[in-house]
């Protein structure tokens, strides 16, 4: 599959509730960095774990296959701060 066919594959965003590009779910997690649920959402579509480990830094890759738990006070916190700077505050 050629990069374009695969950045406009779409799927249902089980976090924004419509369809979405592939191209989005690769930039947007935190940092720019693909989604943390990419695997989980295109692994019936296409064999997106090659295609990330092929593709992705083996750290940030790992990240996905393996994600640290986050502490619900400090994720809340980081979306204050990324839409206060989202508003210009």
């Given at each position: 599959m050629d990069d374009?066919?695969?950045d406009n594959l779409?799927?249902?965003?089980?976090?924004?509730?419509?369809?979405?590009?592939?191209?989005?779910?690769?930039?947007?997690?935190?940092?720019?960095?693909?989604?943390?649920?990419?695997?989980?959402?295109?692994?019936?579509?296409?064999?997106?774990?090659?295609?990330?480990?092929?593709?992705?830094?083996?750290?940030?890759?790992?990240?996905?296959?393996?994600?640290?738990?986050?502490?619900?006070?400090?994720?809340?916190?980081?979306i204050v701060e990324?839409?206060?700077?989202?508003?210009?505050?």
């Open positions: 374009q066919t695969r779409e799927r249902r965003c089980p976090r924004l509730g419509s369809d979405i590009p592939f191209r989005y779910c690769m930039l947007s997690g935190e940092d720019d960095f693909p989604c943390g649920k990419i695997l989980d959402c295109w692994w019936e579509t296409f064999d997106v774990e090659t295609y990330l480990k092929a593709n992705l830094p083996e750290s940030l890759f790992k990240g996905l296959v393996s994600p640290r738990p986050r502490d619900k006070v400090a994720s809340l916190l980081k990324q839409t206060k700077k989202r508003i210009g505050q």
